[in-house]
């Protein structure tokens, strides 16, 4: 047998079921983690070799149900429905069976081959509960493996079924999943005339489950529905069903098909799980009531925070500055040495350009976003990201987002790209895009710089941080306004509380790489491109043009000398760079001499809010795409020349 | 006197509504323990609803008219209305909104529902058995308490996914925590803990379960 067999997998589940610590034991380094094409969700993916076949394995995202809410449903359904992996392996918590099986029960519809994990056996063991695993995979029709995941037990038990199934050795039988009787009467009705009216649709999908999401009002079939010419007829139909069926039921049909699922899965639940003793008060749950205690909590949250920051910024600061000096001190004069046979213009291009721009790459992402990652992966895994956002729902509701916005909005004063990629944790991609809208308003460290070196050393403490308290203002009316703006629904928090848990130190090290690798392909190319293109333009003289260019914006509208042109430009590689610049090109530290105090102001502010600089371009583009990292500069641009021109106006009637 | 008469017909009417909605029979008395009034003060208020137009007598039963039912409706919604949670903002707002007369320009309007939520909000609020002040929304609960859906109350996104996360008339909740500051509530439903924002909270209404009960 040459011909190699492949088998594809998909793994399926609700989150916080352990679904990436089976994935991670089953392919461990070996996975390549990217984002789903177009969307801000992680896709991963890995490959492993078992009894001589090659099995390929996707992670779909972690859900609660196949309907189309999150854009992780609808990725998850799509890829079952459309990709048809050979099987899936659900993933279930053994200490929380009823919630899980309303998941399974809908995989069951779609009819996909498939195996249970049963995982958290040791947690549910500690919960008290037992669960008869023969009978479950009797009722289910399906092989059902008991795991513990982070324990690796279970898992080649799990990898021989897959085999045993793809094989033919067992026979699936999946449970027929049967509605009351006026709901099974309509559907079947419904099934008839979607066989007969579209039938190029049933290749696709299975009738009934059309006609069950169909009754569930799901907007992605109807959509799929009205493109065929056929399709009103079967949309006027289903809405005529629905009518009768809530007028029995007095109920939405949403919530008529969501309760008998429930009901299934209750019933289910019921008959297979025995409580032997009763729950006793665990550890975790006592931090849990700690850590969202009402007064304790906010403390505890304070120290978490100060935490991070201190190890991300202090820590990667110190790192940063080995790093730079190494690559100043030593690698560069080296590397001088070396290109001395090229012409002058070149090499300058090459050190200042190409050089530069790889060390400000590595002197970003190593020491910031690595400790990032790790503490990001942490956080996720140990289950503080719920309770943290728990505290903190109610202030973040003032612009417009929920709890768990309060994570990126708080890393962004430290560093806006680690915020940007934080906005992940938000649900649907229109938080996620309003997340990072207003985190890259935040003045982050090297802002902070500015804002400090010459509003605060010049002005004073009291001015600089009317500079901040004024950026909040602006945060607020411009979040306020973007939720008001962008399309959709907005949903409030609705979060699943898990228990806590020890994070292990294999997944944190495995989410930590995989992220990072992601990060250096998306932004590394960005950041040298963006440097070697300014340092050509200084060499060539073509930045003079440019300057004059722009010189009317920054003399006439925002009062600003002509010179201040260049820094400004320069800031959107690094934003520290533009004291730096603007020091070199006048000759002097001393920025009271070329800069009047309504300048300083006017300056810190254009520099706080105009675009934050290349790196979080390039993490913004990662995490949504070119079309809305390019609208967020530009907003960011007009705003910084608007509310700049106006503030030196109003400062200028004042002073 | 009259003022608490007329208070009552409202809640007299709701009560006949469904009454004549499970086909049973409509006894003052009944009427008069569950409101805790006397049967004189319903007989007094039946008269007055009759003569207004918004019961009629039909074979010694009464019926609700067109105008009763409206009365119903303008009932219920008002009192969903003062339970859900407002904001700051809104809640200055409220004071101008004086009697509102068009309900479904203001929940457009003021609360941002499509036309497809509101037909589901009407659908529901029409079909409700038993008065709207059995239902208390979520939030008017305290650590501890438990109490099971009545009803969801909101955009079809929200209902949805709460129903998907268990949360479907009928199911027994428990509010396990309040977050300060008015902020999101913890519950526990189907064996799982779950946060939810206090805006949603306030849309979900259940009806009190007694502990010992």
């Known amino acids: 047998m040459n011909k190699e067999r492949i088998i594809n997998i998909a793994l399926a589940g609700n989150a916080n079921v352990g679904k990436s610590a089976i994935f991670n034991q089953l392919t461990g380094l070996s996975q390549v983690v990217g984002n789903w094409p177009g969307k801000t969700v992680e896709k991963a993916e890995g490959t492993l070799f078992f009894q001589g076949y090659k099995i390929h394995i996707i992670d779909l995202p972690g859900i609660y149900s196949l309907s189309t809410f999150s854009i992780e449903e609808i990725i998850a359904r799509e890829y079952i429905a459309i990709e048809k992996p050979d099987i899936i392996i659900n993933v279930i918590d053994a200490s929380n069976l009823e919630r899980n099986l309303y998941f399974t029960i809908q995989l069951l519809e779609l009819q996909v081959p498939m195996i249970i994990a049963l995982n958290q056996m040791d947690f549910a063991t500690k919960k008290g509960i037992k669960i008869d695993i023969e009978k479950l995979s009797k009722i289910l029709g399906v092989p059902v493996i008991p795991t513990v995941a982070i324990k690796g037990e279970g898992i080649k038990e799990l990898l021989s079924k897959v085999i045993d199934v793809i094989e033919k050795k067992i026979e699936l039988k999946p449970l027929k999943i049967k509605y009351g009787k006026e709901i099974e009467v309509n559907i079947e009705k419904l099934e008839n005339i979607i066989n007969e009216k579209l039938p190029e649709i049933c290749r696709k999908y299975l009738s009934r489950w059309i006609s069950i999401k169909l009754i569930e009002k799901d907007d992605d079939i109807i959509k799929k529905i009205q493109e065929y010419e056929n399709g009103r007829e079967v949309l006027a139909y289903s809405e005529k069903v629905i009518e009768e069926l809530e007028k029995i039921h007095g109920e939405s049909s949403i919530i008529i098909i969501a309760s008998e699922r429930y009901g299934i899965a209750n019933r289910i639940a019921k008959e297979v799980t025995k409580i032997i003793t009763p729950p006793k008060v665990s550890i975790e749950e006592r931090l849990s009531e700690i850590t969202t205690h009402k007064i304790l909590g906010y403390p505890i949250l304070f120290f978490v925070i100060f935490s991070i920051f201190s190890i991300v910024f202090i820590g990667g600061n110190f790192l940063s500055e080995i790093l730079e000096n190494f690559f100043e001190g030593i690698l560069i004069p080296i590397i001088n040495e070396l290109l001395i046979f090229l012409p002058q213009i070149f090499s300058k291009i090459i050190i200042e350009g190409i050089i530069s721009g790889i060390i400000a790459g590595i002197t970003i992402a190593l020491p910031y976003i690595i400790p990032f990652y790790i503490i990001l992966a942490i956080l996720e895994d140990s289950g503080y990201i719920p309770r943290a956002a728990f505290l903190m729902d109610n202030i973040m509701h003032k612009i417009g987002l929920h709890g768990k916005a309060f994570i990126p909005l708080l890393l962004g004063y430290g560093c806006n790209v680690p915020a940007c990629i934080g906005c992940r944790i938000m649900e649907t991609e229109r938080e996620r895009f309003l997340a990072a809208f207003v985190t890259v308003l935040i003045p982050c460290s090297a802002r902070t710089v500015i804002i400090l070196g010459l509003v605060g050393k010049y002005i004073g403490l009291h001015a600089a941080l009317s500079l901040y308290f004024f950026d909040l203002i602006l945060i607020f009316i411009l979040g306020r306004i973007a939720f008001k703006a962008l399309p959709g629904e907005p949903i409030g928090l609705i979060m699943e509380m898990p228990p806590y848990k020890l994070p292990l130190i294999k997944n944190i090290i495995i989410k930590t790489w995989v992220r990072t690798k992601d990060f250096i392909y998306i932004a590394f190319p960005l950041i040298i491109g963006g440097s070697t293109i300014l340092e050509a333009l200084i060499l060539t003289g073509w930045i003079w043009p440019i300057n004059n260019f722009i010189a009317p914006l920054i003399v006439n509208w925002l009062g600003l000398p002509k010179i201040t042109g260049i820094p400004l430009i320069f800031g959107i590689l690094r934003k520290e760079l533009t004291l730096i610049l603007l020091s070199e090109l006048t000759g002097t530290l001393e920025f009271n001499n070329i800069l009047t105090p309504i300048q300083m102001i006017v300056f810190s502010i254009v520099t706080m809010i105009y675009v934050p600089c290349i790196a979080t371009i390039a993490v913004l583009k990662k995490e949504f795409n070119l079309k809305k990292a390019i609208g967020i500069v530009i907003i960011d641009i007009f705003l910084a020349l608007l509310i700049g021109g106006l503030i030196f106006r109003i400062l200028s009637l004042f002073f | ?213």
């Open chain 2, 1 to 213: 006197m009259s003022e608490k008469i007329n208070e009552l017909i409202p809640e007299i009417l709701e009560i006949i509504k469904t009454l004549e909605n499970k086909n049973e029979e409509i006894k003052l008395n009944e009427i008069a323990k569950e409101l805790k009034v006397s049967i004189k003060d319903i007989e007094k208020a039946i008269d007055i609803a009759i003569k207004d137009g918004l019961i009629k007598k039909i074979n010694n039963s009464l019926k609700l008219t067109e105008k009763g039912l409206e009365i119903t409706q303008y009932h219920r919604e008002k009192y969903l209305h003062e339970k859900i949670h407002h904001s700051f903002l809104n809640s200055i707002a409220k004071i101008f909104e004086g009697k509102i007369k068009d309900w479904r320009k203001h929940w457009h309007y003021k609360h941002g529902m499509d036309d497809e939520s509101l037909n589901e909000f009407y659908k529901e609020i029409k079909s409700l058995e038993g008065r709207i002040e059995d239902a208390l929304p979520l939030t008017d609960l305290h650590q501890g308490e438990k109490g099971i859906i009545v009803f969801i109350f909101g955009g079809k996104g929200a209902v949805r996914r709460l129903a998907e996360m268990g949360l479907t008339p009928g199911t027994e909740i428990k509010i396990v925590k309040e977050a300060p500051f008015h902020g999101p509530v913890e519950i526990c439903v189907r064996g799982t803990f779950l946060a939810i924002g206090r805006g949603m909270a306030s849309k979900i209404f259940i009806k009190k379960v007694k502990e010992n009960e």
